[in-house]
């Protein structure tokens, strides 16, 4: 038995992959042993060659050898890199232990059927954007659309639409070569089947976690939220308002997807008794007109219903994010990796049924926000990803340093209209006092005039620390070519 | 055998829901009676005059067969009878309900209602020397979508109404998976067609400039399909019954959209004009709060605010105008006996209720063309509905007006620039004119006499519009034509000159323009029964050649005319008589012709002027002006940000007596002294809604996929912002 001593730093490493997550933690004991935990592995984009040099330079950092690695989510920007560097990760790796959410264990019947409704959706959006890639390219289509005032803006926004929906696609599943729906992310397969092959601790929020390799550290499971009885119960109560977000892609039937994906059943055919069912040319002459074609409707179904589609299932897959809260015993320090949750799940981790009660008389929740000293920025800095009230706002702590995964040269184009959020950012930077690293700043602004340069404004706003604190600023961080990197003093 | 002045067609008065609870089933099916129409099948379409019916479900490719309206069994049946499973039915319910609709605005403003045309791109090198596009007839496809969503399509000049599988909040209100048809509920129905009409009589309220706007639409939208619920006799018997004669109680009078409400997960309506569901699942009445003016910004919700009000008007004059009724039912105590009103008092209530509710939808209907062509706000909209009834009606024993003025005063809503809430200083002040311009006013009154009788005794909808059209652009004589024409033709092949000959594809042929434009005005000669030697100067040529003292006009319009437009950042264009003046353009020019209860006459002409200024911004303040009068787009350093602002103004004219009546404006210049100079604060401000406050008023949708909240490309007027 090795006898461990007191945590003395943590290291907290940021790889510079690109928008998307992919951290290291290292513990640091008084003694020479060290604990290394993963916490996702993602890129919104990304060769191979271009990722394998950052997965070698984390593998030389831990010596081939992870001792946690938590998932929180299967989103690309999250799992990625275990897609793109498959064969370094198993070849060249050991884990020891790996967990994520109760909601991706697929054993459990409930999560496997939830899992195929929700598969159905993801499916339904990879189909429907297609099919509308091929509407926009009938151009008898797209010229009459043109003939209309701003007609080339219009055919340009829909075109920008199936942009920004293929992305979404691109972020929740796998295609072959064709383009073809494959299911899951191949990066998630590989972690569950390959890497971990079913030793997996699934995670529920109210859980606190320790590990025997890892004392004086207590993992707080936040989200998600509710248990897997709740998740089955698509409502609350009358009255009330505690449904979450994730639940509404819950639903029983989703029109839209069934009708896209699965024409055989009741509800993606036609509502109507077939005798009803014309095939009179005069009515379909008319309709098809090609001097009416722009007052044609097929488009129009596919845009709004894989829109409202695309949406419905990120929020779902951000709140459905491994949410902790990682405390140091000892100094009491926390540091919160909430992956990409989203309101809902923020909103039910203050309902969480905690079986410690700290002795200050408030939630635990609202304690261990207090004492965060470590925030992992959810969702890239986007407006949903940060609660306000029930987040940013409770961490109160003087000593509050942030990291957000936002790079602008690995993003989609889409997502640079809501990240990063204007609001998050200022009340981020007035709390840390421009301790907000950002994993690029390039082409980022604070303002909406885009006049002061983000890289600017944190520095300024870095000289309201103290000496002192400006000093331990400069030691605890690193910036390397792969990374950046912060260390927490205990 | 004579043609019938009605078309009697079965159908909801609610939804399908309303038809299998016990308490409402008996008078959820009524009969809408429709004036009579010609309808035309021979494109296999459902096609009247206003409307064509497609029922098309591009979800599943499929056409269904259409209503036929002809058949005698159809007819000794008041059509088919309701039902969800027979699409045919599903047709003769939304034609019934849009019709209804058109029909009640075309009594409130004693006129057709045309609907907005289509705008083209004008690119007359490439044969495209069109503006925009007549538009006869509004699609309506009663299952377009798969989603919980239906809406008007600008774009499309469509209603697009969706179905889905209802996911109700409890189960007891509906069964889970239920079928919900859009295309079968009155208040959806009628709310997208106001849409429709709305935006054929002022087009530019689909574009946000302020927070009202597109609240606006869907407030508007709602009044009327709240308001058409009393015009159904039993419905409102039934529900008056039901409250005792106390229509602020929770009733179905002022609730919306019920079956979708509950569909979507709501625990009832979707919208309620009067009250709401509190924590504890009760209905409870709302009470006017005057933040939510300042804080909500989603347009169905801030919408609604103006609803409310709107219908708390109604409310009190009911009160008021069956005080009496109370009276004497109550024998004077105020308070009714217990148990159920005696069916007389039943109907008289009802009938009191009626007329109000008339009353009020004619007010609000009416008040529309008393609006600023753009970026109109509520206590704009106050205002119009104040000035019009009060030229119409001149006395208001009931309190109308100050009903109205109450009831928006307590949520807040305050018209800008007036000293205190009365009717006087709510009604627009009449214009004076001094004497010099004001004879030139005489001049494009009596023109304009000349336009109101041309246009009085026409039903063509399609003549209406081209007449009017003739009347603001002019028209030639033959031999003026090819002048004419060929001098709008050169100076426009002039600009494209460079473009032309890089792309090599002038596909123009003169001769063939001229011929067809001189074929179209003898066409409109003989609609107008013009002699061949009779020419029209159209108002266009006249307002700018009338309005040329400058400040005088500046003031009055808060638009430039002449050749100052170039100061402040106004376009040139060049006149036919080779002058550069400020460029502007004329819509929504009707006549209005009514008649008030005392007899009181209303004989005037409205029409709009549209001017917009391109400025450039920088640090959210406006910086300068643009060089209007270049094509080319402007050098801008890094932090400038080229804007257009739109200025706009309503001008009434008095046909007897020939006087400019009112100028209701959103002005671009303003005299500030003696100078004439920019309004800067209204840049400004519209700048600042459009680049911040929109962003966080966006929904989901458009955060995510679209640019901006003026996105041509999506609809503006979705019944549900998802998400």
Known sequence: MINYDTITDVDIRMYGTGTGDCFVLKFFYNTEKTFTMMIDGGTWKGTKAHLSKYVNDLKDYVNGHIDLLVITHEHKDHVYLFDACSDIFINDFTFDEIWMAWSEDDQDDLVKEWKDKFGQKKKALAMASDQINLKLKDTTLTNQLKRGFKGEEIVGRFNHFSDALNDFKALHFSADKTGEYKGGLKGMDIIKNTIAKDNIRYCKPGEIASISKLPGVKFHILGPPQSIKAIRKEHGKKGTNDTYDHNKVLKRSDSFSAVITDTTTNIGQSPFDSKYKTDCNKIKTYYNNEDAFWRTVDLDWLVSGAGNLALRVNTGINNLSLAMAIELEDSEKVLLFPGDAEFGSWESWHTIDWDKKPDNGKHLTEDLLNRTVFYKVAHHLSHNGTAKAKGLQMMTSPDLVSMATLDFDAISSNWKTTMPNRGILKELINKTKGRLIIMNEKNLFYDFDEKIPLADRIKSERSRLNEKQQKAYKEAYKEEKFYKQYRIKV | ?723
């Open chain 2, 1 to 723: 055998m004579n043609t019938p002045s009605h078309r009697k067609l079965r159908g909801y008065a609610f939804d399908p829901s309303l038809s299998i609870r016990l308490d409402t089933h008996s008078i959820n099916e009524i009969i809408y009676k429709v004036p009579w129409e010609d309808i035309d099948y021979s494109d296999g379409t459902l096609r009247g005059e206003y409307i064509e019916v497609i029922d098309y479900d591009p979800t599943v490719e499929t056409f269904y067969e259409t209503v036929n309206f002809k058949s005698e069994s159809f007819l000794a049946q008041n059509g088919l009878s309701p039902s969800e499973s027979n699409p045919k039915f599903h047709q003769q319910m939304v034609y019934a309900v849009a019709m209804t609709t058109i029909k009640n605005f075309e009594r409130a403003l004693g006129r057709k209602v045309l609907w907005s045309t289509r705008k083209l791109e004008y690119d007359p090198e490439h044969g495209k020397d069109q503006y925009e596009e007549y538009i006869d007839r509004i699609r309506i496809y009663p299952h377009a979508i798969r989603e919980a969503n239906a809406y008007y399509s600008p774009q499309k000049k469509a209603l697009l109404f969706g179905y889905f599988h209802s996911n109700p909040i409890d189960q007891a209100d509906q069964m889970p998976g239920t079928l919900v048809y859009t295309c079968l509920s009155h208040d959806i129905i009628a709310h997208e067609t106001t849409h429709a009409i709305l935006d054929g009589l002022q087009r530019h309220y689909n574009h946000p400039t302020n927070p009202d706007v597109l609240a606006f639409h869907e407030g508007f939208a709602d009044i009327i399909a709240l308001f058409q619920h009393f015009s159904f006799p039993d419905v409102l018997k039934h529900q008056i019954a039901k409250t005792k004669g106390d229509l602020s109680r929770q009733n179905l009078l002022g609730e919306l959209a019920q079956q979708f409400g509950v569909a979507i997960g709501h625990y009832g309506n979707l919208r309620d004009a009067i009250g709401g569901i509190n924590e504890n699942g009760e209905w409870e009445p709302k009470t006017p709060n005057p933040n939510e003016y300042n804080e909500i910004m989603q347009p169905h919700e801030r919408g609604s605010i103006l609803v409310s009000a709107v219908f708390e008007a109604f409310l009190s004059i009911y009160q008021r105008r069956i005080a009496d009724l109370n009276r004497i039912a109550s024998n004077g105590t105020g308070i009714l006996p217990e148990g159920e009103l005696h069916p007389d008092l039943v109907n008289r209530l009802a009938s009191e209720a009626s007329k109000t509710a008339q009353h009020i939808l004619h007010m609000c209907i009416r008040a529309i063309d008393y609006c600023p062509p753009t970026d109109i706000t509520f206590g704009e909209y106050l205002r119009a509905i104040i000035t019009a009834d009060s030229d119409l009606v001149s006395s208001d024993p009931y309190a109308y007006r100050l009903a109205f003025i109450e009831a928006f005063k307590k949520r807040g809503i305050y018209p800008v620039g007036i000293n205190s809430l009365s009717v006087e200083s709510l009604r627009y002040p009449k214009i004076t004119v001094s004497e010099n311009p004001d004879s030139l006013i005489k001049v494009i009154a009596s023109f304009l006499r000349g336009y109101a009788n041309r246009i009085a005794y026409h039903n063509d909808r399609e003549h209406i519009y081209e007449i009017t059209k003739a009347v603001i652009s002019g028209i030639p004589l033959n031999e003026e034509i090819e002048e004419e024409y060929g001098r709008k033709v050169n100076r426009q092949k002039d600009d494209f000159k460079i473009r032309a000959l890089e792309t090599e594809s002038i596909n123009y042929s003169y001769n063939d323009k001229i011929h067809a434009y001189s074929k179209h005005l003898k066409d409109l000669r003989n609609i107008m029964d013009m002699r061949n030697d009779e020419k029209i100067i159209g108002l266009h040529k006249r307002v700018t050649i009338k309005f040329n003292d400058f400040n005088e006009f500046a003031e009055l319009t808060g638009l430039v005319f002449g050749g100052r437009g170039k100061r402040y950042g106004i376009k040139d264009s060049l006149t036919d008589y080779g002058m550069n003046m400020a460029a502007f353009s004329i819509q929504n020019l009707r006549l209005v012709s009514r008649v008030g209860p005392n007899g009181n006459k209303v004989n005037q002409v409205i029409f709009s002027i549209i001017q917009k200024s391109n400025v450039i911004i920088k640090d959210n303040e406006f910086l300068k002006y643009h060089n209007g009068s270049s094509n080319k787009k402007p050098n801008l350093k890094k932090e400038e940000k080229l804007f257009a602002y739109k200025g706009s103004c309503t001008l009434i004219m008095d046909l007897d007596t020939r006087e400019l009546k009112y100028s209701i404006k959103k002005p671009i210049v303003i005299k500030r002294g003696d100078e004439i100079e920019l309004n800067k604060k209204a840049i400004k401000d519209q700048w600042g809604f459009q680049n911040e406050v929109t962003v966080n008023a966006m929904s989901e949708f458009q955060k995510y996929f679209s640019a901006a909240i003026n996105d041509n490309a999506f609809e503006p007027f979705a019944l549900l912002h998802q998400h």
